[in-house]
Nanobody, 119 residues
């Protein structure tokens, strides 16, 4: 069974906003820091944002600081990525996973959710 399911992606215009969701199937995920990564065609997967086990500490890649916000609701086993001021270069498939710092702990990656930002 799939452990993490991402949703909320879509097509938006530059400058627009979008919120992604990641839901875990097992509540043990609440004990781990979680992170969002993204990948574009032909490029390596890159770290976007992370949040600790209780949501009190966050970490962001420089290219999204001030534009993206990562949050989580432990009771719902859900992690969110609120995105605003979207740019065409934000276009990618976004994935969530357990993290150790900025290192993903996924044995394998799920389907992710596609975000496309038009000019």
């Amino acid at each position: 069974q799939v452990e993490l399911v991402e949703s909320g992606g879509g097509l938006v215009q530059a400058g627009g906003s979008l919120t992604l969701s990641c839901t875990a199937s097992d509540r043990t995920y609440s004990n781990y820091a979680m992170g969002w990564f993204r990948q574009t065609s032909g490029k390596e997967r890159e770290f976007v944002a992370g949040v600790n086990w209780n949501g009190g500490t966050t970490d962001y890649a420089d290219f999204v600081k001030g534009r993206f916000t990562i949050t989580r609701i432990t009771a719902n086993n859900t992690v969110f990525l609120q995105m605003s001021g979207l740019k065409p270069e934000d276009t990618a498939v976004y994935y969530c996973t357990k993290v150790y710092g900025r290192i993903p702990l996924s044995d394998s990656w799920g389907q992710g959710t596609q975000v496309t930002v038009s000019l």
